[in-house]
Every structure is written in structure tokens, then in C-alpha cells.
């Protein structure tokens, strides 16, 4: 396997994701509209990993006529599929939007690959099909709520689609569905990291631009949760760590054929948001002006991963911390405000 097509291979889990497959000899062909990513990205992947030339593709993924056209023109051995809209708050505004863009790409994807021969696929699903989970760690054994957003709906189809797929008995997929926790942080370069297009929705790049005078104050969205302080506890995962276990999925994709496997990404702990703030307060040696307010409509109180399944079977482990996850993305946003 060495022709990789990755949708949304200039976002913020795709271009990371780009490094470490180029790192490891792989041949990745990107397929973005720039839909909230920035074209200078492509520069950066070049810069940063000596290639003179990536290819690219400026297409939406849900017109297959697009997709097609890059199947055509293009040996493709396997699929990373990030393209997606991927904010929870914002998914209740935009319901259609999001199962539009999410589910649309998916099945005009697996169109594409069935017509062309191509069975390998990495899916990025999310933590969020575990719903509103009574007991943390989650395997990837356990119960499934309902998802508590239409974001999380749109991953949960997507999951259900992939698993309807791989039972039709002419179908050859050969897939991985990964279930990422929090992803959070920026390469320790510097030169890629999280880009939101206008206010940020997630924590992280929220609590970067508030400590860089971008933001007047971050507001923690609920301080009344059943956890010791009041705040929701999630598992916030270095994005390298995130991207590296996609080639290790690829590796594990490459000597099997007609599986369908779903893991867990995370650091396998819970932290508040408190908790985030103050450590990023620490490693910084900035101060985050914030308050507590409302409760936001989705969130669920408590979430982290076990990942003892893609440790052992896809032998892979974290290797960063939440500061050093924290410190990449503060770096990161340091460097975009001198630009
Ligand atoms: C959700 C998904 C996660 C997915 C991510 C993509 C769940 C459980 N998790 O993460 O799998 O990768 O979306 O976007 O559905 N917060 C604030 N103030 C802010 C922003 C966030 O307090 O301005 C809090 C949130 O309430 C939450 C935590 O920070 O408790 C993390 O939020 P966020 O970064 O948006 O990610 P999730 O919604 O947890």
C-alpha cells in the first residue's frame, strides 16, 4: 500500500496526519476544498517534510463526479477519510448542513472505492458514538447511547453505514474506524497546528487566542457537572500521537483483507476544563482571562477512552503529555501572530 487519497489532508488532523505518512514513505494525494483549512498549509507540509511536490486536489468530496475524477487520475491503494464538519454547538444549527457534508462523503467514497478496486479505509469517527457514557474508561466494547448531538449522529451513521457495508457479502472492505477522544495541540515544529476559521468552537485553539489578546475571555461552559470541580471532564490526545496511529492503521489494514475494526485515540484519563486552563496557564506563563457560564447544549459530563485495544493491536501508544500538547498549540499560535 503506498497511494494514500486523504480527504481533508489540509485540516487540522489531516496535515498532521500527511507528515507522518510522507515520514514513512507513503505516497499521500490530498483531496481538500478549503473548506476551514488554508491553502499556505500545503506549503508548510512541503517546507516541513522536503518535498518538493504534494499532490492536491481543491474538490468537495460529497460531489462524487469530484471524487471520481481523482480515482481516475490516480493509482489509489487506500483512503484516509478526515473531510468533515466537526463542531458539536454548531451542528444544532446546521443539522443539514452537517449530515449532508458528513454522511454524503462518506457514501460517495465508498462508491468510488468499490468502482475502482479499492478496499482499504480509515475512517475518523469520533468519541462522541458512546454518547452520554455512565462509566469512564469506554472500551470499544461498551454501550453506545445515543449520540447527544447531531455531529455525534452524523458519526454514528457513518459507523452504522461502514458496518451495513462490510456485511454485503460482494463488498471487500477492508476498514478501520477511529474513535478519537479530544485531539488538541500543534506539531512541535510549530508550523502546523489547528487553524479555525473565525471563532474557534473547541477548547483548545479558544483558551490560544484568548491568552494572545485574540479573544476578550474564554467562557467555561458549565461549572455545576458532577466531577470535583464542577467542570467536564474529556481525554485531550497530542494530535501527532493521533496522526501516527492512522499509518499504524494503515500498516494493520495492509497484511489483512474484509475487516471491519473500530478503536479508541486517547491518553486514556479524564481532565477537567479547569484543569486545562490551569496548565496551560502554567506552561505558558500566561494568564487566561475566563469566566463560568452556561451549560452548552451536547456536552456530556464525562468522557475518556481505554485504549488498551489499539495499544495491543495496532501496537501504538501516546507519547506526548497535556503540556507538552498544550505548549506545541501555544507555540503554534505564537507563530501564526507573528506572521
Ligand atoms: C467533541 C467530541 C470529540 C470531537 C470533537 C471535535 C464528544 C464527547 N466529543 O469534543 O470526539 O473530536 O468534538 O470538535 O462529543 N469548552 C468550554 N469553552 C469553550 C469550548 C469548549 O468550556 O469555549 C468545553 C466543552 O464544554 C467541553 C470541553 O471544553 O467540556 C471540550 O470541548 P471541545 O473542545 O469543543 O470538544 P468536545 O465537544 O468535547
Not at 137 to 155: L, M
Not at 269 to 283: I, N, Q, R, Y
Request: glycine letters at 6%.
Amino acid at each position: 500500500m503506498k497511494n494514500i487519497l486523504v480527504t481533508g489532508g489540509a485540516g487540522f488532523i489531516g496535515s498532521h496526519t500527511i507528515v507522518e505518512l510522507l515520514n514513512k514513505g507513503y505516497n499521500p494525494i490530498i483531496l481538500d476544498n478549503f473548506s476551514n483549512s488554508e491553502k499556505f498549509i500545503i506549503d508548510r507540509l512541503k517546507s516541513l517534510t522536503g518535498k518538493k511536490e504534494i499532490k492536491l486536489y481543491e474538490a468537495d468530496c460529497t460531489v462524487k463526479s469530484n471524487v471520481l475524477k481523482v480515482f481516475e487520475n490516480e493509482k489509489i491503494d487506500g483512503v484516509i477519510h478526515f473531510a468533515a464538519f466537526k463542531a458539536v454547538g454548531e451542528s444544532f444549527s446546521k443539522p443539514l448542513e452537517y449530515h449532508k457534508n458528513n454522511v454524503n462523503s462518506l457514501t460517495v467514497l465508498l462508491e468510488c472505492m468499490k468502482e475502482h478496486n479499492v478496499d482499504n479505509l480509515v475512517f475518523s469517527s469520533s468519541c462522541t458514538v458512546y454518547g452520554d457514557t455512565e462509566h469512564s474508561p469506554v472500551s470499544e466494547e461498551s454501550v453506545k447511547n445515543k449520540p447527544t448531538s447531531p455531529y455525534g449522529r452524523t458519526k454514528a451513521y457513518c459507523e452504522a453505514i461502514l458496518n451495513d457495508y462490510s456485511t454485503d457479502e460482494k463488498s471487500k472492505l477492508n476498514a478501520v474506524m477511529l474513535r478519537y477522544f479530544n485531539p488538541i495541540g500543534a506539531h512541535p515544529s510549530g508550523e502546523i497546528g489547528e487553524l479555525p476559521l473565525g471563532p474557534p468552537n473547541n477548547l483548545v485553539p479558544y483558551i490560544t487566542q484568548t491568552a494572545a489578546g485574540l479573544r476578550e475571555e474564554l467562557t467555561i461552559f458549565g461549572g455545576d457537572y458532577k466531577t470535583d470541580d464542577g467542570t467536564c471532564l474529556r481525554d485531550y490526545i497530542h494530535v501527532v500521537d493521533v496522526a501516527v496511529a492512522h499509518v499504524a492503521s494503515l500498516d494493520w489494514l495492509a497484511e489483512r483483507s474484509n475487516e471491519l475494526e473500530s478503536f479508541n485515540l486517547g491518553s486514556g484519563k479524564g481532565d477537567s476544563v479547569l484543569h486545562v486552563v490551569k496548565t496551560f496557564e502554567k506552561v505558558s506563563n500566561t494568564k487566561v482571562n475566563y469566566k463560568i457560564g452556561e451549560r452548552r447544549i451536547g456536552d456530556v459530563t464525562t468522557v475518556y477512552a481505554d485504549c488498551a485495544k489499539a495499544n495491543k493491536v495496532l501496537n501504538w501508544k501516546t507519547k506526548f503529555s497535556l503540556e507538552d500538547a498544550l505548549q506545541h498549540a501555544w507555540q503554534w499560535q505564537l507563530n501564526l501572530k507573528k506572521q
